[in-house]
């Protein structure tokens, strides 16, 4: 009997040990919250700079960068630029974002002609763009550090914080898929471990700038330092719209039943040519 | 294997399907495929505007000089984001409007091309797919 309950008290204090050991880190990383936000955590938002509006690139700025200031592609990778400027001269675009899917980053910020808007909320910058489906950027500005093995997406895992009136964003874990683009006809995908750093700041009152510094080992062949300009408009006409990008390869149709549906236009070479699927 | 590996496998499988169900349409591109250096000038009827991302296309109806069937042609701009700031909204064009339109014509001769501008012939109204003055301001 003593020997039972020996084993039996063994058991339990097994049992009680094991609860109370230590989690794992990564389990204890799965328990940080998202904290309610105090009337100081808002306050301290009036601090920050007026970003106010909607933010349209300088295309013209782009095209000017494009040439003075091209990214250092290795060799290998520059022959496929080199071949891919000949192809868009020659009235053949190599489809850089022809497939609908998120323009990514560093593209967006880099060759997009759509606007976007930038909002401040506690612990957080999110950046919505419009032209594809899913063009927003969420950078956690709560002190959080990148996740020990982020989901690889087309946008990439952002932390930022503030240096006076810049914003400092760090983003990893990009898509590999995800464009290194000068245009919407020559760029190559980053093919893996990518790491951007970038520091956004306001140059005049309307004048947004981002320098961006681009790590990708596998197509460049040392860190690529370029600034792109935005302008501000604050008129409400010009709010930023939803922006689906695969509405265009559809047009609005009744069916047999009366019902709205969207019915797929007929695409040749990359350009609609059918207003209907027939 | 890590549970990063099997996402990007999972992911390479579903493009894949994604691209054996049906090449992408090529709704968003590069507007490379027209010819630049070339403009021409066609009439005809506005059969619908479709004011829709990436791009808005003018599909006309044009009678053809040597009598037949009307043909249609797609005119391809920019988004409705980027019109909207340039002036435009989706009552621009109606179904109808008769409708003289510049364009750069697809390189390979189709019936298609990027517009440069397009005037109502009813009104006198022209529209031009500009990318705005890149400047700021408050209207």
């Known amino acids: 009997m003593g020997t039972r309950i020996n084993r039996l008290v063994f058991v339990v204090g097994m049992i009680a040990c094991a609860r109370l050991a230590p989690l794992p880190a990564h389990a204890a990383d799965q328990e940080a919250i998202n904290r309610p936000a105090g009337a100081q955590d808002w306050q301290a938002l009036a601090k920050l700079p007026d970003w106010n509006g909607v933010w349209t690139p300088v295309i013209s700025d782009q095209v000017a960068q494009e040439k003075s200031n091209p990214p250092p592609w290795t060799p290998q990778v520059a022959k496929q630029i080199k071949h891919m400027y000949a192809e868009e001269d020659a009235g053949r675009p190599f489809p850089v974002i022809d497939h609908c899917f998120p323009t990514g980053m560093p593209s967006w910020m880099l060759i997009t002609h759509n606007a976007f808007e930038i909002l401040f909320t506690p612990g957080r910058v999110t950046i919505l763009g419009e032209g594809d489906g899913n063009r927003l950027r969420r950078i956690y500005t709560d002190g959080r550090a990148h996740p020990a093995d982020p989901d690889p997406s087309f946008h990439g895992h952002s932390i930022g914080h503030w240096e006076q009136d810049t914003l400092v964003v760090d983003t990893v874990a990009l898509l590999p898929q995800a464009y290194l683009a000068v245009n919407e006809a020559v760029g190559v995908p980053n093919n893996g471990d990518m790491h951007i750093v970038e520091r956004l700041h306001l140059q005049g009152p309307d004048t947004l700038l981002d320098d961006l510094e681009i790590t990708a080992n596998k197509v460049l062949s040392k860190p690529w330092r370029t600034t792109r300009k935005y302008y501000r408009q604050r008129a409400q006409k010009y709010d930023i719209v939803e922006g689906v990008c695969t509405q265009g390869s559809f047009t609005e149709a009744v069916d047999k039943n009366g019902n709205a549906i969207f019915a797929p236009i007929k695409f040749h070479n990359g350009v609609p040519v059918g207003s209907d699927s027939k | ?139």
């Open chain 2, 1 to 139: 294997m890590k549970l990063t590996s099997l996402k990007r496998i999972s992911m390479g499988i579903i493009l894949a399907a994604m691209a054996g169900a049906g090449a992408p349409a090529g709704a968003h591109h590069s507007f490379a495929m027209y010819e630049p250096t070339k403009t021409l000038t066609l009439k005809g009827t506005v059969k619908s505007f479709q004011w829709t991302n990436p791009h808005v296309v003018v599909w006309l109806l044009v009678q053809p000089a040597d009598g037949g069937a009307a043909q249609e042609w797609s005119l391809e701009t920019t988004s409705p984001g980027v019109l909207t700031r340039a002036g435009w909204t989706r009552q621009s064009l109606k179904a109808g409007d008769r409708v003289s339109v510049t364009f750069s014509p697809l390189r390979d001769g189709s019936r298609g091309g990027g517009l440069n501008s397009v005037t109502l012939l009813d009104t006198g109204q022209t529209l031009v797919p500009k990318f705005g003055k890149e400047e700021p301001g408050l209207k």
